[in-house]
């Protein structure tokens, strides 16, 4: 995939937030959406972090980047409670349990067979969240980079045709 060589201004514009229960995870993409030209950036561990972190934020994300499998409110919950906030922030999920659930009885979707990403965008839509899409991990600097283009894209203004 070619960067948008207009990516780093556009970029600087996103508030992001993630939200994932895997730190290691959580500090790469700090450092490769920082390294990208993204200058703010909040972090949660859990839902609940994430939820408390979206409600107090002095600016609210516009983005959030949601892990769904993750101990004490997962994705689909924080999903949930973001919908009855009325939140308008673009939003992309990601999880490592696309087509195997981790054997997890407390998670919702630990007994659903099929894959997982796809279900939790189309509900999640259903709820009136603006879902752009899904990752699988690894999420890798090339998807990192997928993800930024496909909001910031989604939000460009349309391009203006020149009248004949």
């Known amino acids: 995939m070619t960067p948008n060589p207009d990516a780093n201004a556009a970029y600087?514009?996103?508030?992001?937030?993630?939200?994932?229960?895997?730190?290691?995870?959580?500090?790469?993409?700090?450092?490769?959406?920082?390294?990208?030209?993204?200058?703010?950036?909040?972090?949660?561990?859990?839902?609940?972090?994430?939820l408390n972190t979206f409600r107090q934020a002095t600016i609210r994300p516009n983005l959030i980047i949601c892990d769904l499998c993750m101990p004490q409110l997962g994705g689909m919950e924080l999903l949930s409670h973001l919908a009855l906030d009325g939140c308008k922030a673009d939003i992309l999920i990601i999880s490592g349990h696309n087509l195997v659930p981790p054997v997890?009885?407390?998670?919702?979707?630990?007994?659903?067979?099929?894959?997982?990403l796809n279900l939790a965008e189309k509900i999640a839509r259903i709820q009136g969240l603006k879902v752009h899409a899904s990752f699988e991990k690894p999420i890798t600097r090339e998807k990192i980079i997928e993800m930024l283009d496909l909001v910031v894209t989604f939000n460009a203004p349309p391009a203006i045709q020149p009248s004949k």
Request: aromatic share 8%.
């Open 12 to 50: 600087a514009k996103l508030h992001v937030l993630l939200v994932d229960d895997d730190e290691f995870l959580l500090e790469i993409m700090k450092v490769t959406l920082r390294d990208l030209g993204v200058s703010s950036i909040l972090l949660a561990k859990n839902g609940f972090e994430g």
């Open 104 to 116: 997890d009885n407390h998670w919702a979707l630990a007994n659903y067979n099929g894959p997982i």
